[in-house]
């Protein structure tokens, strides 16, 4: 597609005229409708390469024309400034538009766009707010999906199985609509363009696995997914241009550095990188990785935004935390399921966390995690499932901060090597039939070598921390702690 960097009625814009304009303009565009255009069928190739080109979109648009400046980007939404006399702002939302409704944007996603104007001593805070709800009134009045070409076939794609199938993919031999099959040949150039761009300097030469089943490897999997702690509310406070651009720097490098460090310390096979990506961009990033890989790139993650704060030009500052869902399960499970769950766990690790987030610090990255390795479904939300199945335990025993990550994994670590398993069987059935349980771990204690007992005790102690429910975390995380200290 050929550039836009000036639109026919641009040549005469100079910034000495534009600085006595009465109102500097903004524009805002917004990918919507995601379940239609990203999630909307389970192959992971597909999900991956849907949210990539959403993100590079977002920071093509620049490039492709030269009157819009970036204020702040997410994984689907941008802010810009337009640089341009207010007579020529039509024809520029119309070229944005004519932009995101090209190859490949056109096959498979939606977008809103809005503009508006800045009066003198208006916040950019209050600005965004009028756009954001611009853009939501558009959705509004908006379908939710993105119509394919007529094609005249009897059947529908394979992957999503509502649009209708035009080509084969090869390898699969599967039928794929133009949607599918333009997200995943676009995104194959994306996938190490992701990765690449955290590291400093010549990246790595990186390969990765190119399925779930060889990602497990004979094991299971967890999705896990990030989510900023109140990073609407911290925008709130974003006053000015610098503001927005200084926190959308700070954001993205906590996730850069953090992705960084995953990546490097990811297991692998055969030179292959075991790692997903299916959504990184704004507050949020999805991976999938072993199982065995959770509680490191856990640690990796939080530790990357434990020193992180930010300060506005007005003084106000904050300390950047993230909280995650965690979902333990087997590869073979409709991932479009699980990142709901994961989805979900996330928000219960939110409740815990205060509205104020000037008042937040490293205590505040916190996750929640389910254990699905030996079911496929969860009846209702997560959290009455949580409630009703681990019963006598609540759902906020499922949840922990990075201060106490690495010792409840440690902990654990020391439970598995020492602790008869059989008698956890026990333990767990007495308390759920609401029995007490005093003598069933005197007698496991017994059970083990004097050397071993007091370090038994102090490990047992600091996951009960004084609740005997809690027997059933142990229970729970036995088979998900692997074996390697953090």
Same mark, same amino acid.
């Given at each position: 597609?050929?550039?836009?960097?000036?639109?026919?009625?641009?040549?005469?814009?100079?910034?000495?005229?534009?600085?006595?304009?009465?109102?500097?303009?903004?524009?805002?565009?917004?990918?919507?409708?995601?379940?239609?255009?990203?999630?909307?069928?389970?192959?992971?190739?597909?999900?991956?390469?849907?949210?990539?080109?959403?993100?590079?979109?977002?920071?093509?648009?620049?490039?492709?024309?030269?009157?819009?400046?970036?204020?702040?980007?997410?994984?689907?939404?941008?802010?810009?400034?337009?640089?341009?006399?207010?007579?020529?702002?039509?024809?520029?939302?119309?070229?944005?538009?004519?932009?995101?409704?090209?190859?490949?944007?056109?096959?498979?996603?939606? =977008?809103?766009?809005?503009?508006?104007?800045?009066?003198?001593?208006?916040?950019?805070?209050?600005?965004?707010?009028?756009?954001?709800?611009?853009?939501?009134?558009?959705?509004?009045?908006?379908?939710? !999906?993105?119509?394919?070409?007529?094609?005249?076939?009897?059947?529908?794609?394979? %992957?999503?199985?509502?649009?209708?199938?035009?080509?084969?993919?090869?390898?699969?031999?599967?039928?794929?609509?133009?949607?599918?099959?333009?997200?995943?040949?676009?995104?194959?150039?994306?996938?190490?363009?992701?990765?690449?761009?955290?590291?400093?300097?010549?990246?790595? /030469?990186?390969?990765?696995?190119?399925?779930?089943?060889?990602?497990?490897?004979?094991?299971?999997?967890?999705?896990?997914? %990030?989510?900023?702690?109140?990073?609407? $509310?911290?925008?709130?406070?974003?006053?000015?241009?610098?503001?927005?651009?200084? !926190?959308?720097?700070?954001?993205?490098?906590?996730?850069?550095?953090?992705?960084?460090?995953?990546?490097?310390?990811?297991?692998?096979?055969?030179?292959?990188?075991?790692?997903?990506?299916?959504?990184?961009?704004?507050?949020?990033?999805?991976?999938?990785?072993?199982?065995?890989?959770?509680? $490191?790139?856990?640690?990796?993650?939080?530790?990357?935004?434990?020193?992180?704060?930010?300060?506005?030009?007005?003084?106000?500052? =904050? $300390?950047?935390?993230?909280?995650?869902?965690?979902?333990?399960?087997?590869?073979?499970?409709?991932?479009?399921?699980?990142?709901?769950?994961?989805?979900?766990?996330?928000?219960?690790?939110?409740?815990?966390?205060?509205?104020?987030?000037?008042?937040?610090?490293?205590?505040?990255?916190? =996750?929640?995690?389910? $254990?699905?390795?030996?079911? /496929?479904?969860?009846?209702?939300?997560?959290?009455?499932?949580?409630?009703?199945?681990?019963?006598?335990?609540?759902?906020?025993?499922?949840? %922990?901060?990075?201060?106490?990550?690495?010792?409840?994994?440690?902990?654990?670590?020391?439970?598995?090597?020492?602790?008869?398993?059989?008698?956890?069987?026990?333990?767990?059935?007495?308390?759920?039939?609401?029995?007490?349980?005093?003598?069933?771990?005197?007698?496991?204690?017994?059970?083990?070598?004097?050397?071993?007992?007091?370090?038994?005790?102090?490990?047992?102690?600091?996951?009960?921390?004084?609740?005997?429910?809690?027997?059933?975390?142990?229970? /729970?995380?036995?088979?998900?702690?692997?074996?390697?200290?953090?």
């Amino acid at each position: 597609m050929g550039g836009l960097n000036c639109l026919p009625s641009c040549e005469s814009v100079n910034l000495a005229v534009m600085s006595n304009l009465p109102n500097e303009w903004y524009l805002r565009i917004e990918a919507v409708n995601l379940d239609h255009s990203v999630y909307d069928t389970n192959d992971i190739s597909t999900i991956r390469a849907g949210s990539s080109l959403l993100l590079d979109a977002v920071y093509k648009l620049t490039e492709s024309i030269g009157l819009l400046e970036k204020i702040s980007v997410g994984a689907s939404t941008g802010l810009y400034r337009i640089k341009a006399l207010e007579s020529e702002i039509p024809g520029i939302e119309q070229a944005v538009r004519k932009f995101l409704q090209s190859e490949p944007y056109a096959h498979f996603a939606t =977008f809103v766009v809005a503009t508006t104007g800045k009066e003198p001593q208006e916040s950019l805070a209050n600005l965004n707010k009028q756009l954001i709800a611009k853009c939501a009134w558009q959705q509004y009045q908006l379908p939710s !999906f993105s119509f394919p070409a007529p094609h005249d076939t009897p059947e529908e794609c394979d %992957f999503g199985g509502v649009r209708p199938w035009v080509r084969i993919i090869p390898g699969k031999e599967k039928k794929a609509s133009q949607s599918v099959y333009t997200r995943r040949e676009e995104g194959k150039n994306l996938r190490k363009k992701i990765y690449e761009q955290c590291f400093d300097g010549t990246p790595p /030469d990186l390969e990765f696995t190119d399925d779930l089943e060889e990602l497990a490897k004979g094991g299971d999997i967890a999705l896990i997914h %990030f989510d900023g702690n109140r990073f609407g $509310n911290i925008r709130d406070y974003c006053f000015s241009e610098k503001d927005f651009g200084d !926190f959308d720097k700070k954001v993205q490098g906590i996730q850069k550095k953090a992705v960084c460090q995953i990546v490097e310390h990811a297991p692998k096979t055969e030179n292959r990188t075991r790692l997903e990506t299916l959504l990184w961009g704004g507050d949020e990033i999805e991976l999938v990785v072993p199982s065995s890989a959770v509680w $490191n790139t856990l640690k990796l993650f939080f530790d990357s935004a434990a020193s992180a704060s930010f300060q506005t030009e007005a003084g106000n500052s =904050f $300390n950047l935390t993230y909280s995650a869902g965690v979902v333990f399960c087997r590869h073979n499970l409709p991932i479009l399921q699980i990142r709901r769950y994961a989805d979900q766990l996330c928000s219960i690790a939110k409740q815990q966390i205060s509205g104020e987030p000037e008042k937040f610090s490293s205590h505040d990255n916190r =996750f929640a995690y389910l $254990n699905m390795s030996s079911f /496929d479904l969860v009846a209702r939300d997560v959290e009455s499932f949580i409630e009703s199945y681990h019963q006598p335990a609540k759902v906020k025993d499922f949840t %922990f901060n990075l201060d106490r990550l690495g010792s409840i994994h440690n902990a654990m670590l020391t439970i598995t090597r020492s602790f008869p398993r059989n008698k956890i069987y026990e333990i767990v059935e007495k308390l759920q039939q609401g029995l007490p349980v005093d003598k069933e771990v005197k007698r496991a204690l017994d059970m083990v070598d004097s050397s071993a007992r007091s370090g038994l005790e102090e490990a047992t102690q600091v996951i009960l921390d004084s609740r005997d429910e809690r027997w059933l975390i142990i229970g /729970d995380l036995w088979n998900l702690i692997g074996t390697q200290a953090l």
